[in-house]
């Protein structure tokens, strides 16, 4: 079953966080407005304190879940995509690689090639060390 991210889920954090941060006033302050005005019979250190406790409790708790509902509504279709463009990449650089290592097969036959190779003295076309006569020219290397 793909959970959907939805406009509740995303402000239920928020809504936690502010529940939290009721519960978390309560204790900090001990507002005296909660004694005066509302039932202030009802209201004494013991209930206050009980009150924030399930407040900081619930608020942390629905931060929580709601986290975690977000968390579980990432679609798969982004999470295929970040793999696809992961596999991809990985090919992408096996390739690079390939064509690396073909070129460094190039250069290091070059580099031989050129090792072994002299210049003719008339033309200056690139003759074998142990030709005696230049093909370009048909001169002799030796004199």
């Known amino acids: ?4 991210f939805t406009f509740g889920a995303s402000i239920t954090p928020i ?3 502010m529940i939290f941060q009721i519960g978390l006033l309560i204790v900090i ?21 009980l009150a924030s406790i399930i407040l900081m409790f619930g608020g942390g708790i629905m ?5 975690l509902h977000l968390i579980k509504a990432v679609p798969n ?12 990449t990985t090919q992408k650089i096996e390739e690079l690689k390939a064509s690396l290592s073909n070129t460094m097969a190039l250069v290091n036959k070059e580099i ?8 003719c003295k ?3 076309a690139k003759i074998s060390a142990d030709a ?10 030796l004199t």
């Open 1 to 4: 079953m793909e959970r959907k």
């Open 15 to 17: 809504l936690g966080f």
């Open 29 to 49: 302050n001990r507002p005296s407005f909660l004694r005066d005005y509302l039932v202030p019979d009802f209201f004494d250190n013991a209930t206050l304190d």
């Open 63 to 67: 931060i929580v879940l709601s986290l």
């Open 77 to 88: 279709n982004i999470v295929g995509t970040v793999y696809a463009q992961h596999i991809k």
């Open 112 to 119: 031989k090639e050129s090792k072994t190779k002299i210049s």
């Open 122 to 124: 008339f033309c200056g």
């Open 132 to 141: 005696k006569i230049c093909p370009t020219c048909d001169r002799s290397s």
